[in-house]
T-cell receptor
Framework: AQSVTQLGSHVSVSEGALVLLRCNYS??????LFWYVQYPNQGLQLLLKYTTGATLVKGINGFEAEFKKSETSFHLTKPSAHMSDAAEYFCAVSGNNFNKFYFGSGTKLNVKP | SQTIHQWPATLVQPVGSPLSLECTVEGTSNPNLYWYRQAAGRGLQLLFY??????ISSEVPQNLSASRPQDRQFILSSKKLLLSDSGFYLCAWGGGLTYEQYFGPGTRLTVT
């Protein structure tokens, strides 16, 4: 069975500070992992994904995530937060037939000036 | 390129009224299609998904139903809305061999 846990429903950072959003997964098969961002009243936009190969994946807007199998983690980072990064972020893992996604409960990122 | 449309963008309906939300995808064929709901302050709840015309999988027993009358059309319906049906409804395509899912702009439904 697959599941995702996002630690921290709200994270607040100062502009220019490191962003770290945590995601741990449970999967009975090699996982495919995703991070999405959602701005208010909009759909979800894919930030990055891990399928196979390099465990450090880079996405849009300067975000990256590292797949750590031993820790069952896929944390999202960005070296320097920008005000425009304020949004809700969702981690997801695909099911064993890739037809279903299992989403975390989301983390709202607040960026302080 | 692929595009996903949802309409209407916003909807206010009284309790007990019917519902029909539509989602269409352009630029791809035989996509997996999904309906999700976000209630206020909560994450995404998968409602239905479809891997082909007429094939609907229901994830949560509820007051809603889904249909896929055409390859790239996915409809979410209800015969009688409840207050608890309020939320933000998102359609998505992808999954399967596409791996990632792509989301539409969403429909904000308020049941009064």
């Amino acid at each position: 069975a697959q599941s995702v846990t996002q630690l921290g429903s709200h994270v607040s950072v100062s502009e220019g500070a490191l962003v770290l959003l945590r995601c741990n997964y449970s999967s009975s098969v090699p996982p495919y992992l995703f991070w999405y961002v959602q701005y208010p009243n909009q759909g979800l936009q894919l930030l990055l994904k891990y399928t196979t190969g390099a465990t450090l994946v880079k996405g849009i807007n300067g975000f990256e995530a590292e797949f750590k199998k031993s820790e069952t983690s896929f944390h999202l980072t960005k070296p320097s937060a920008h005000m425009s990064d304020a949004a809700e972020y969702f981690c997801a893992v695909s099911g064993n037939n890739f037809n279903k996604f299992y989403f975390g409960s989301g983390t709202k990122l607040n960026v302080k000036p | 390129s692929q595009t996903i449309h949802q309409w209407p963008a916003t909807l206010v309906q009284p309790v007990g009224s019917p519902l029909s939300l539509e989602c269409t995808v352009e630029g791809t064929s035989n996509p997996n299609l999904y309906w999700y709901r976000q209630a206020a302050g909560r994450g995404l709840q998968l409602l239905f998904y479809s891997v082909g015309i007429g094939q609907i999988s229901s994830e949560v027993p509820q007051n809603l139903s889904a249909s896929r009358p055409q390859d790239r059309q996915f409809i979410l319906s209800s015969k009688k809305l409840l207050l608890s049906d309020s939320g933000f409804y998102l359609c998505a395509w992808g999954g399967g061999l596409t791996y990632e899912q792509y989301f539409g702009p969403g429909t904000r439904l308020t049941v009064t």
